[in-house]
């Protein structure tokens, strides 16, 4: 990873996206099983388990709330 997506991840786990953390996606409460994966500078995932059907899953974070942390350099 480089520097800037290393520092994205960082200020996303600070933003409540850090394994053993729960979040409420697309209309779905997840068990967080992973930390930030990012695999390009606007498209990141989280391994997560869905609590209704207790499936694993691998969960986009919205773009939306990865452009506010790629931009919140103030965080860093």
Do not use: H
Not at 41 to 58: N, P
Request: glycine share 2%.
């Amino acid at each position: 990873m480089t520097a800037k997506q290393i520092s994205l991840s960082e200020r996303l786990i600070r933003l409540g996206f850090a394994q053993e953390s729960q979040m409420r996606l697309y209309g779905q409460e997840f068990e967080l099983l992973s930390n930030p994966i990012v695999v390009e500078d606007d498209v990141v995932f989280v391994d997560a388990i869905e609590k209704k059907s207790r499936q694993l899953r691998r969960v986009r974070i919205p773009i939306t709330i990865v452009n506010m942390a790629s931009r919140d350099r103030s965080a860093a």
